[in-house]
């Protein structure tokens, strides 16, 4: 039973709409190669960038359980508002205090797409740079919020990894602001938060997923071409 009720959209309906309006916009303007170059620039083709993020969008209803944190959730089957967006308390029956849990599409793939540009690119430096830096501005903006856990404003990731990526390198901007995005707010906003969760009365706590998972998707979709219209060359592997 616990599994079963693990797994739930991270943000309401409406908003969930709306992410999915916004991937199938991106979809039209690739097929129309108006944002083709970006996504190349990202290291990868266009198809398999929408598959990637089709992949987090769809893997943000599940949830791979890591622990029980002790405590007693206060809250369940409620709407949460925190700057303007609303998400989801899940509904639960019966529940030994607040699961810990991974999301798929907002902290592994995010992980395993990282990894690979990293490794593709060299960038182990700057990207590391990138992650220490989105953290630290991440974790002095996320708010502990109950019944859900950390949560950050939902453009504060676009907008601190976009300038970022620039200043650390404008031929390689596209791959930072991903890793820098992405990661940067898994670790400033949950990591190293996980401290505070056991007290929010959350049935669950879920690394990449409500709270985070919109500012990370739309860093995916954002921030990336934000950065790859104004990079200047084409990046080389390995440099």
């Known amino acids: 039973m616990m599994h079963s009720q693990v797994h739930y959209l991270p943000m309401t309906p ?6 999915v309006v916004l991937l199938a916009g991106l979809v039209i303007l690739i097929q129309l190669r ?3 170059y970006a996504y190349m620039r990202l290291g990868v083709g266009p198809g398999v960038a929408l598959l990637l993020l089709f992949g ?10 890591v622990t029980v944190l002790p405590g007693t959730p206060v809250r369940s089957g409620q709407i949460v508002e925190f700057y303007g ?3 989801i308390v899940p509904l639960v029956a019966q529940w030994p ?7 798929i599409g907002g902290a592994v793939i995010p992980a395993l797409m990282s990894a690979y540009l990293v490794i593709r690119y060299q960038l182990w430096l700057k990207a590391t740079l990138a992650v220490v830096a989105i953290a630290f501005i991440i974790h002095s903006m996320a708010t502990p919020v109950q019944g859900i856990g950390i ?3 939902v453009f504060a990731p676009v907008v601190t990894t976009a300038i970022l990526a620039f200043i650390l390198s404008r031929e390689y901007a596209p791959p930072l602001a991903y890793i820098g995005g992405s990661m940067g707010t898994l670790v400033g906003a949950d990591l190293l938060n996980l401290d505070k969760i056991s007290g929010l ?3 669950v706590a879920s690394i990449g997923g409500a709270g985070t998972f919109d500012g990370i ?4 979709i954002l921030a990336v071409l934000l950065a790859g219209i104004a990079s200047p060359s084409r990046m080389r592997p390995g440099r």
């Open 85 to 87: 967006m609303r998400y």
């Open 97 to 103: 205090g607040t699961v810990l849990a991974v999301n």
């Open 56 to 65: 987090s969008l769809i893997g943000s209803y599940f949830n791979i359980p």
């Open 217 to 220: 998707f739309l860093t995916g």
């Open 151 to 153: 949560a950050v404003p």
């Open 34 to 36: 108006i944002l083709r």
């Open 201 to 203: 009365g959350a049935p």
């Open 14 to 19: 409406g908003l969930f709409s709306i992410l």
